[in-house]
């Protein structure tokens, strides 16, 4: 598959990663830093794998699947742990991860 058939999902690869980014960053700037410790973590995490995952893309890795399978658990484990706090960006963050995950799950069927 050419890079250009990929557009949507490394278009959604990279909205995450943007999302997880700033989920990040707020989240060390929250008044109980400790709490949110599992939350930053996943949002590393996360952001890491997509942006990996939408370089390998880009290149043409042979290993799409395997790839997509693991950025849609790690993507799926980070919007879980968003969605258990109330702040805005951690909702945002959630939605992303949840739409990311759904796509990579599409890319790893």
Do not use: W
Request: net charge negative; aromatic share 4%; glycine share 2%.
């Amino acid at each position: 598959m050419s890079h250009e058939n990929y557009q949507s999902v490394l278009n959604t690869l990279h909205e995450c990663m943007v999302a997880c980014n700033h989920c990040y960053d707020s989240c060390l700037k929250e008044e109980d830093v400790k709490m949110m410790a599992e939350c930053i973590r996943l949002d590393r995490e996360c952001a890491d794998i997509c942006a990996y995952l939408e370089q390998a893309l880009g290149r043409g890795t042979p290993f799409v699947s395997e790839l997509a399978n693991l950025c849609a658990t790690i993507c799926e484990s980070c919007g879980n742990e968003c969605k258990k706090h109330a702040h805005d960006h951690c909702k945002k963050c959630a939605d992303s991860c949840f739409k990311c995950a759904e796509e990579c799950r599409k890319l790893s069927a």
